[in-house]
Protein backbone atom coordinates (compact mmCIF):
# COMPACT_ATOMS: atom_id res chain seq x y z
CA UNK A 1 0.00 0.00 0.00
CA UNK A 2 3.08 2.29 0.97
CA UNK A 3 4.35 1.64 -2.68
CA UNK A 4 0.96 1.85 -4.52
CA UNK A 5 0.71 5.93 -2.29
CA UNK A 6 3.91 6.66 -3.64
CA UNK A 7 3.38 5.82 -7.38
CA UNK A 8 0.14 7.75 -7.28
CA UNK A 9 1.44 10.91 -5.62
CA UNK A 10 4.45 10.70 -8.62
CA UNK A 11 1.92 10.55 -11.08
CA UNK A 12 0.02 13.53 -9.65
CA UNK A 13 2.80 15.27 -9.18
CA UNK A 14 4.11 14.38 -13.12
CA UNK A 15 0.47 15.34 -14.39
CA UNK A 16 0.98 18.78 -12.29
CA UNK A 17 4.18 19.36 -13.54
CA UNK A 18 3.23 18.52 -17.44
CA UNK A 19 0.07 20.60 -17.33
CA UNK A 20 1.91 23.56 -16.12
CA UNK A 21 4.55 23.15 -19.06
CA UNK A 22 2.04 22.95 -21.60
CA UNK A 23 0.80 25.88 -19.88
CA UNK A 24 3.82 28.16 -19.68
CA UNK A 25 4.57 27.25 -23.32
CA UNK A 26 1.38 28.20 -24.84
CA UNK A 27 1.29 31.36 -22.85
CA UNK A 28 4.44 32.40 -20.72
CA UNK A 29 5.10 31.63 -17.18
CA UNK A 30 4.69 35.27 -16.01
CA UNK A 31 0.97 35.06 -17.50
CA UNK A 32 -0.13 31.79 -15.87
CA UNK A 33 -1.15 31.57 -12.17
CA UNK A 34 -1.14 28.49 -10.01
CA UNK A 35 -5.00 28.82 -10.20
CA UNK A 36 -4.71 28.58 -13.71
CA UNK A 37 -2.61 25.02 -13.67
CA UNK A 38 -4.85 23.51 -10.62
CA UNK A 39 -7.68 24.26 -13.23
CA UNK A 40 -6.40 22.81 -16.04
CA UNK A 41 -4.46 19.67 -14.19
CA UNK A 42 -7.95 19.01 -12.54
CA UNK A 43 -6.67 19.58 -8.64
CA UNK A 44 -6.69 22.19 -6.58
CA UNK A 45 -4.69 24.73 -5.98
CA UNK A 46 -3.63 23.91 -2.15
CA UNK A 47 -2.66 20.35 -4.00
CA UNK A 48 -0.67 22.12 -6.19
CA UNK A 49 1.33 23.66 -3.34
CA UNK A 50 1.30 20.86 -1.36
CA UNK A 51 3.46 19.13 -4.49
CA UNK A 52 5.15 22.74 -5.90
CA UNK A 53 5.71 24.99 -2.89
CA UNK A 54 6.78 28.23 -5.24
CA UNK A 55 5.20 28.42 -9.05
CA UNK A 56 9.06 28.62 -9.89
CA UNK A 57 9.19 24.31 -8.68
CA UNK A 58 6.34 23.80 -11.52
CA UNK A 59 9.38 24.56 -13.91
CA UNK A 60 12.56 23.58 -11.82
CA UNK A 61 11.15 20.86 -9.58
CA UNK A 62 13.73 17.65 -10.53
CA UNK A 63 16.76 20.20 -9.88
CA UNK A 64 16.79 18.88 -6.65
CA UNK A 65 17.37 15.10 -7.60
CA UNK A 66 20.06 16.39 -10.02
CA UNK A 67 21.98 18.51 -7.18
CA UNK A 68 22.36 15.42 -4.77
CA UNK A 69 23.14 13.27 -7.75
CA UNK A 70 26.17 15.34 -8.46
CA UNK A 71 27.30 15.87 -4.76
CA UNK A 72 27.09 12.03 -4.44
CA UNK A 73 29.05 11.55 -7.68
CA UNK A 74 31.57 13.83 -6.32
CA UNK A 75 31.63 12.56 -3.00
CA UNK A 76 31.94 8.77 -4.26
CA UNK A 77 34.64 8.67 -6.60
CA UNK A 78 37.31 6.50 -6.33
CA UNK A 79 40.06 6.67 -4.27
CA UNK A 80 43.17 8.62 -5.44
CA UNK A 81 40.66 10.62 -8.18
CA UNK A 82 40.44 14.46 -8.85
CA UNK A 83 37.26 16.34 -7.62
CA UNK A 84 37.17 17.74 -11.44
CA UNK A 85 37.40 14.37 -12.99
CA UNK A 86 34.51 13.08 -11.52
CA UNK A 87 32.36 16.24 -11.41
CA UNK A 88 32.85 16.26 -15.33
CA UNK A 89 32.00 12.35 -15.87
CA UNK A 90 28.58 12.89 -14.05
CA UNK A 91 28.11 16.28 -16.15
CA UNK A 92 28.91 14.69 -19.81
CA UNK A 93 27.12 11.74 -18.80
CA UNK A 94 23.70 13.76 -18.05
CA UNK A 95 21.30 13.64 -21.18
CA UNK A 96 18.69 15.27 -20.63
CA UNK A 97 16.27 16.68 -23.05
CA UNK A 98 19.01 17.25 -25.28
CA UNK A 99 20.31 13.55 -25.51
CA UNK A 100 17.20 12.22 -25.94
CA UNK A 101 16.08 10.55 -29.64
CA UNK A 102 13.05 11.30 -29.37
CA UNK A 103 12.16 14.41 -31.08
CA UNK A 104 9.19 15.22 -29.17
CA UNK A 105 12.13 15.93 -26.00
CA UNK A 106 13.19 18.05 -28.12
CA UNK A 107 10.29 20.23 -28.66
CA UNK A 108 9.85 20.14 -24.99
CA UNK A 109 14.00 21.29 -25.02
CA UNK A 110 12.63 24.05 -27.02
CA UNK A 111 9.94 25.48 -25.23
CA UNK A 112 11.29 25.05 -21.95
CA UNK A 113 13.92 27.44 -23.51
CA UNK A 114 11.52 29.81 -24.45
CA UNK A 115 9.82 30.02 -21.19
CA UNK A 116 13.15 30.46 -18.98
CA UNK A 117 14.49 33.16 -21.26
CA UNK A 118 10.69 35.08 -21.38
CA UNK A 119 10.69 35.42 -17.71
CA UNK A 120 12.25 37.02 -14.90
CA UNK A 121 11.24 35.38 -12.30
CA UNK A 122 12.34 32.34 -13.50
CA UNK A 123 15.54 32.89 -14.76
CA UNK A 124 16.03 34.75 -11.07
CA UNK A 125 15.09 31.21 -9.80
CA UNK A 126 17.95 29.48 -12.01
CA UNK A 127 20.68 31.62 -10.62
CA UNK A 128 19.66 30.43 -6.84
CA UNK A 129 19.59 27.32 -7.69
CA UNK A 130 23.36 27.33 -9.18
CA UNK A 131 24.31 28.85 -6.05
CA UNK A 132 23.32 26.42 -3.89
CA UNK A 133 24.52 23.90 -6.02
CA UNK A 134 27.85 25.87 -5.39
CA UNK A 135 27.07 25.82 -1.71
CA UNK A 136 26.79 21.94 -1.60
CA UNK A 137 29.79 21.43 -3.86
CA UNK A 138 32.17 23.29 -1.69
CA UNK A 139 30.91 22.30 1.54
CA UNK A 140 32.15 18.41 -0.25
CA UNK A 141 34.86 19.61 -1.19
CA UNK A 142 35.98 20.54 2.24
CA UNK A 143 34.36 23.97 2.78
CA UNK A 144 37.13 26.45 2.84
CA UNK A 145 38.56 29.22 0.59
CA UNK A 146 40.02 26.76 -1.82
CA UNK A 147 37.39 24.75 -1.95
CA UNK A 148 34.31 27.91 -2.70
CA UNK A 149 37.16 28.68 -5.77
CA UNK A 150 37.40 25.23 -7.03
CA UNK A 151 32.92 24.56 -6.75
CA UNK A 152 32.46 27.57 -8.30
CA UNK A 153 35.21 26.90 -11.23
CA UNK A 154 33.20 23.74 -11.89
CA UNK A 155 29.55 25.34 -11.29
CA UNK A 156 30.83 27.68 -14.02
CA UNK A 157 31.41 25.84 -16.15
CA UNK A 158 28.16 23.98 -16.01
CA UNK A 159 26.20 27.73 -16.12
CA UNK A 160 28.11 28.47 -19.55
CA UNK A 161 27.05 24.96 -20.98
CA UNK A 162 23.50 26.16 -19.61
CA UNK A 163 23.63 29.14 -21.68
CA UNK A 164 25.26 28.39 -24.82
CA UNK A 165 22.88 25.18 -25.15
CA UNK A 166 19.83 27.69 -24.56
CA UNK A 167 21.42 30.13 -26.68
CA UNK A 168 21.73 27.45 -29.84
CA UNK A 169 18.19 26.22 -29.11
CA UNK A 170 16.27 29.81 -29.21
CA UNK A 171 18.34 30.27 -32.31
CA UNK A 172 17.01 27.38 -34.00
CA UNK A 173 20.08 25.27 -34.22
CA UNK A 174 19.10 21.57 -35.11
CA UNK A 175 19.16 18.85 -32.22
CA UNK A 176 21.82 16.90 -33.42
CA UNK A 177 24.21 19.48 -34.44
CA UNK A 178 23.59 20.77 -31.37
CA UNK A 179 24.61 18.01 -29.70
CA UNK A 180 27.80 17.84 -30.96
CA UNK A 181 28.79 21.44 -30.57
CA UNK A 182 27.49 21.02 -26.55
CA UNK A 183 29.76 18.80 -26.42
CA UNK A 184 32.79 20.14 -27.69
CA UNK A 185 31.78 23.43 -26.21
CA UNK A 186 32.18 21.06 -22.72
CA UNK A 187 35.41 19.41 -23.60
CA UNK A 188 36.86 22.73 -24.50
CA UNK A 189 35.82 24.26 -20.55
CA UNK A 190 36.35 21.45 -18.84
CA UNK A 191 40.42 21.46 -20.50
CA UNK A 192 40.90 25.38 -19.70
CA UNK A 193 40.07 24.10 -15.85
CA UNK A 194 42.35 20.76 -15.62
CA UNK A 195 45.46 22.88 -16.00
CA UNK A 196 44.72 24.26 -12.54
CA UNK A 197 42.58 22.13 -10.68
CA UNK A 198 43.48 18.39 -12.64
CA UNK A 199 44.50 17.25 -9.50
CA UNK A 200 42.79 18.77 -7.35
CA UNK A 201 41.30 16.91 -4.32
CA UNK A 202 41.90 13.20 -4.67
CA UNK A 203 39.62 11.06 -2.96
Known sequence: MTGLRERKKQQTREHIAETARRLFGEHGFDQVTVTDVARAAEVSAQTVFNYFPTKEDLVYWRLGAFEDELLAAVRERPAGEPALVAFKRFLLNQRGLLGQADPAAFDQLVAL???????????????????????????????????????????????????????????????????????????????LLEGGLGDYAPG
Open 113 to 191: ARTISSSPALRAREQQILERYTAGLTAELGGDSTAAVAAAAMIGVHRALIAFTRRHVLDGTPQKRLQRIVRAEAERAFA
